[in-house]
């Protein structure tokens, strides 16, 4: 398993990705930001985060 | 008291950058590395007066303002896999941390505001001593600093000045004396000589063929050092308003990265056909300490603007100037800069 890391992107979206600067490297020039486990909440990282549902 | 000499000068600055502009780094969050140049980072007080002023009677002038302060200054260092991370880090100003010790990995980008990233550079504190304590000569500490831009230069001969690099940074103008700062033990450095070079250039590699002789890649922010100073940025002491202002703000201008190489000419040397045709590559750069110390720098898209065919210790020769452009997908430059030292830039 490579190792990965945490990136954000400026609309909020946060991808796991592979740490290698030809995957890295195009997201950190569209604007991406690397972002730490503590940043990301257990539910921002689910796929349905974001269901008003979930909410109520 | 005896005469103090610069080989007495130690100096250490932010390994981690600032929270902000005016929050100093502290003593755990810095480095101390050596270097090779002798020029000190003096804050410059600049002053104004009231010659000009109508009233007096006589053009003369009668009193003179602390109006703002300036710093700046430069490193010089053999080229290390430690200042070579910072160095990118600190310099292209946007960065991805990853891997464990003894092996962090940075991957550094330039900032892209136009896609949301900040315009202003990371900050770092920069200290200077010489016999601190009680018979101190020199004690003090910049505050809010960032790099103006860095310089790779690649020589051919065997020793540790044929791999250089030189980092110029500007600051805020605030600074601290005495800087407060312990300086922390000096870090351990893993050169990255030039005997280590891999480089491929617009699709020819310059070190399988033997033909290159010199390279020089950098770096440059212009600093909108006057932009720093806007309504409101503050002053060398808070809430003095006759003590100088300092700036808000370091944002960098319009950027620009260079590369340039000489290299052997002979029959069948495609650089002048590249320059006529345009042709456009990526240019890659690597040295190497070990596995887990390197420096990896990629343009991704240079033509060649110019070519001249010259001699080097009469040796046929090519000087090339690189063109560096925008590449859709991967940008202008990256570094990945490998080393054994955990949260530079963080």
């Not at chain 2, 980008?109 to 018979?135: C, H, K, M, W």
């Not at chain 2, 590559?281 to 990896?296: F, K, R």
Request: proline share 5%; charged share 20%; hydrophobic share 40%.
């Amino acid at each position: 398993m490579n190792e990965t890391v945490l990136m954000r992107s400026p609309d909020g979206e946060v991808q796991e990705v592979e740490a290698t600067p030809a995957r890295i490297v195009p997201l950190m020039v569209r604007g991406w930001w690397q972002v730490t486990e503590e940043e990301v909440t257990p539910d921002v990282r689910r796929a349905d985060a974001g269901n008003p549902d979930l909410l109520r | 008291m005896s005469v103090a000499r610069m080989q007495e000068i130690q100096i250490c600055f932010g390994k981690q950058k600032q929270a902000g502009i005016s929050t100093a780094n502290t003593g755990v969050q810095m480095w101390q590395l050596r270097k090779l140049n002798a020029a000190l980072a003096n804050p410059k007080l600049n002053t104004e007066n009231d010659a000009e002023e109508f009233g007096k009677g006589h053009e003369f002038p009668t009193q003179s303002f602390q109006t703002s302060w300036d710093v700046n200054g430069t490193l010089e260092k053999y080229l290390g896999a430690e200042i070579g991370a910072w160095a990118m880090a600190f310099g292209l100003g946007k960065v991805v941390k990853s891997g464990t010790t003894p092996n962090f990995t940075y991957t550094c980008t330039p900032l892209f505001p136009a896609n949301g990233d900040a315009a202003e550079l990371p900050y770092f504190s920069f200290v200077e001593q010489i016999r601190p304590g009680a018979g101190v000569v020199v004690d003090r500490m910049a505050v809010g600093c960032v790099v103006e831009g860095w310089t790779i230069s690649i020589g051919s001969g065997p020793g540790r000045a044929n791999s250089k690099i030189t980092v110029e940074f500007v600051g805020s103008g605030k600074y601290v004396e005495p800087s407060g700062i312990t300086m922390p033990a000096a870090t351990v450095e893993k050169l990255l000589p030039a005997a280590s070079l891999a480089l491929s250039i617009n699709g020819v590699n310059y070190v399988s063929n033997k033909n290159i002789v010199s390279l020089e890649t950098s770096w440059k922010n212009n600093v909108r050092l006057d932009g720093g100073f806007y309504p409101g940025s503050g002053f060398q002491t808070p809430g003095d308003g006759a003590s100088g202002a300092i700036r808000g703000r370091l944002e960098f201008g319009n950027r620009q990265g260079t590369l340039r190489f000489v290299a052997r000419f002979e029959n069948g040397s495609t650089e002048l056909t590249k320059l006529k045709s345009q042709t456009t590559g990526t240019a890659v750069l690597a040295l190497t300490y070990d596995a887990n110390n390197s420096l990896e720098i990629t343009w991704h898209k240079v033509s060649f603007a110019s070519a001249e065919v010259g001699e080097t210790d009469g040796i046929v020769t090519v000087s090339v100037e690189c063109l560096p452009m925008w590449d859709e997908t991967n940008g202008i430059v990256s570094a990945v800069a490998k080393c054994n030292v955990d949260g530079i830039a963080q």
